[in-house]
């Protein structure tokens, strides 16, 4: 599951938090990307761009983010206080001050008995930045210890921020995820509506002219001359292979609108297949305070998103010019939610971090809601193959189970109903007390064996494999008897050599043979062509390392032809699963290309399946409604 946050320092904190400890911090295959501008400009910020000669950006936003994700990751962290430090002192005491601080750090590493000696870097950050001349000659006022030493890293590095941020994660121990639009040093400007012009960062963020509102920004490089950012190469990457794009609340002019203007941003949004979803602020900000969300959709649509592209979320309790949408607006975007992200207790301009990440989570997946039942493919989807995503793929049966006592759920698998490792999610019979009373709905044997499961009983499938309720297609099941039947075909592969533990007999629905070294495949294929001569099986590859004999009608189509066939029968079928454009799940994807009632959900993994499965839980209890 690929997430990619656009934000500015501090707006996407409740985001951040939010997903962390909601879904990203207990499951596993979810990457977040932070993508920040950094084109800050005031304060010590400033300052330090001043005493470094306008050759590098402003750390700060940087700095903010790595706070965050470290305060996530690490919150008894020694680091925290160091990234936090502000002090007021003489020019010329400033870097001793600095020095003795990083010694104080040092000595918290060794109390702690954490790592130390990576700590000497910072030593020399802090001699790059007071080399300069010019370090003598400011004001350190409320100045922000951590900026020196990101400002002297980047000096050292080419007056690259990006190295230095890349650096600085490695020293704090987290992911190193805050990404930047372009690591050449810009300066930020902007023009209002009467053409006056905004030649600084640091006042385009306090504007706060409802009369002369901005409307277009620029670039100058450190001579003054006009410039532009241009998306670099890691930025491109993570846009174009997101699953989701987060437009961040924050102050739109000087925080996100920069990154945004970037050359190339518009293309590679363009060439991204993911879901584009914007979180509106709950009350206007400073730079912006007269501008309300329509005017903002048209700012950004279509100079910066195609038309029909932006998913629009907005608190029901925000600013009355923060929830409403014109009808002008409402057509240049995809859709507009307007949902309970806060409640009484929530600062007036910051979201409820559970709820955000809830409604985002309905957004995102809105479409595939409302359904009478949910039908999951097991491998790479519920469950990780060769045990990957263990985290997520627990949090799935678990999820599983309860959704099972809130609404019609099942699993749709080609595999034998013994190959589901629903016993490892078990940790505690106790948790199933109350869905243990409901049996799961199981399609096993290439989805046509219909299984009633008792889910208190699962972890004996393995050693007792159960009986079929009954067979949806029986068209499709091997031959019982002749040449041609499950038992002689498998007789006749082992007198060929093949050992007897790559065999299986899943329900007499198909023989599965593997694992299978590619390497191998084609000679083996050759082989079972010839045992099964005559008849009208075929053999075909399935999945890296498995080759089946089924007959060619065999398909997860009789699972949903089946559900929508009974009396009183599932009007509406969900269908998730890792393989809807090809391979076992394309059948039900061709079902709904042909009208039928069956929306499919195409997930990477188990990691996709657990937000999805998370959010449907939120959204059958009406957690964000």
């Given at each position: 599951?690929?997430?990619?946050?656009?934000?500015?320092?501090?707006?996407?904190?409740?985001?951040?938090?939010?997903?962390?400890?909601?879904?990203?911090?207990d499951r596993d295959g979810v990457v977040t990307h932070i993508l920040v501008n950094a084109y800050d400009n005031g304060f010590s910020t400033g300052q330090v761009r001043y005493v470094m000669k306008g050759q590098i950006l402003g750390p700060s936003d940087v700095r903010k983010n790595h706070e965050t994700r470290l305060r996530l990751e690490d919150p008894d962290s020694p680091w925290l206080n160091f990234l936090n430090r502000r002090f007021d002192i003489a020019a010329d005491k400033a870097q001793g001050f600095c020095n003795r601080e990083v010694d104080r750090l040092i000595g918290e590493q060794q109390r702690m008995g954490r790592p130390h000696d990576c700590c000497g870097f910072l030593l020399e950050a802090i001699e790059a930045y007071f080399r300069s001349p010019l370090a003598l000659k400011i004001v350190y006022s409320d100045f922000a210890l951590a900026n020196i030493v990101y400002g002297g890293l980047a000096r050292?590095?080419?007056?690259?921020?990006?190295?230095?941020?890349?650096?600085?994660?490695?020293?704090?121990?987290?992911?190193?995820?805050?990404?930047?639009?372009d690591d050449k040093s810009l300066f930020l400007g902007a023009k209002t509506r009467s053409g006056k012009t905004i030649n600084d960062e640091g006042n385009i963020v306090t504007w706060g002219n409802c009369e002369d509102p901005i409307e277009a920004i620029f670039f100058t490089d450190p001579d003054g001359r006009e410039d532009n950012p241009v998306l670099c190469l890691e930025a491109w990457k993570v846009l174009v292979d997101a699953d989701l794009v987060i437009l961040s609340s924050g102050t739109q002019w000087s925080s996100l609108i920069p990154t945004y203007a970037s050359d190339g941003f518009s293309t590679a949004?363009?060439?991204?297949?993911?879901?584009?979803?914007?979180?509106?602020?709950?009350?206007?900000?400073?730079?912006?305070?007269?501008?309300?969300?329509?005017?903002?959709?048209?700012?950004?649509?279509?100079r910066y998103f195609e038309p029909g592209r932006l998913h629009l979320l907005a608190d029901r309790n925000g600013h009355s010019s923060m929830r409403s949408l014109d009808a002008k607006s409402r057509s240049k975007v995809a859709s507009f939610s307007l949902l309970q992200l806060s409640d009484k207790s929530t600062p007036v301009d910051k979201h409820d971090p559970k709820r955000l990440v809830q409604a985002i989570g309905y957004v995102f997946f809105r479409q595939y809601f409302d359904s009478d039942i949910y039908l999951f493919d097991y491998d790479n989807t519920l469950f990780g193959r060769r045990n990957a995503y263990p985290k997520s793929s627990a949090f799935n049966m678990r999820g599983l189970y309860r959704l099972n006592s809130m609404t019609e759920v099942g699993i749709c698998t080609g595999n034998t109903i013994s190959r589901l490792e629903l016993q490892h999610t078990l940790t505690d019979k106790s948790e199933l007390a109350k869905e243990a009373d409901k049996p799961l709905l199981v399609f096993a044997?290439?989805?046509?064996?219909?299984?009633?499961?008792?889910i208190a009983a699962m972890p004996t499938c393995r050693e007792r494999r159960p009986e079929p309720v009954l067979c949806v297609a029986p068209?499709?099941?091997?031959?019982?008897?002749g040449p041609h039947s499950a038992s002689r075909i498998i007789e006749a592969l082992i007198r060929a050599g093949l050992p007897d533990s790559i065999l299986e007999n899943r329900g007499n629905a198909l023989i599965a043979i593997r694992p299978v070294d590619r390497r191998h495949s084609q000679s083996m294929m050759c082989l079972i062509k010839h045992v099964i001569r005559g008849s009208k099986l075929e053999v075909r590859e399935a999945g890296e390392t498995t080759i089946e004999i089924r007959s060619p009608a065999l398909s997860k189509r009789a699972a949903i032809l089946h559900l929508a066939g009974k009396p009183n029968s599932a009007q509406q079928i969900t269908y998730v699963g890792d393989e809807c454009d090809s391979g076992n799940d394309h059948d039900v994807q061709e079902l709904s290309s042909l009208g039928f009632a069956v929306k499919c959900l195409r997930v990477d993994s188990p990691a996709t399946t657990a937000f999805f499965i998370a959010t449907l839980i939120s959204h059958l209890k009406n957690e964000y409604c």
């Open positions: 599951m690929r997430i990619v946050i656009l934000c500015g320092g501090t707006g996407s904190i409740g985001l951040q938090h939010g997903l962390y400890e909601t879904f990203e911090g050292i590095h080419g007056n690259s921020l990006r190295t230095a941020a890349r650096i600085m994660a490695g020293a704090l121990g987290i992911a190193d995820n805050v990404l930047l639009n949004m363009r060439d991204s297949r993911a879901e584009v979803l914007m979180v509106v602020n709950r009350s206007p900000d400073q730079d912006s305070p007269g501008q309300s969300v329509s005017e903002i959709v048209g700012a950004l649509v279509p044997d290439g989805g046509v064996n219909l299984y009633l499961c008792d068209e499709t099941l091997l031959p019982s008897t």
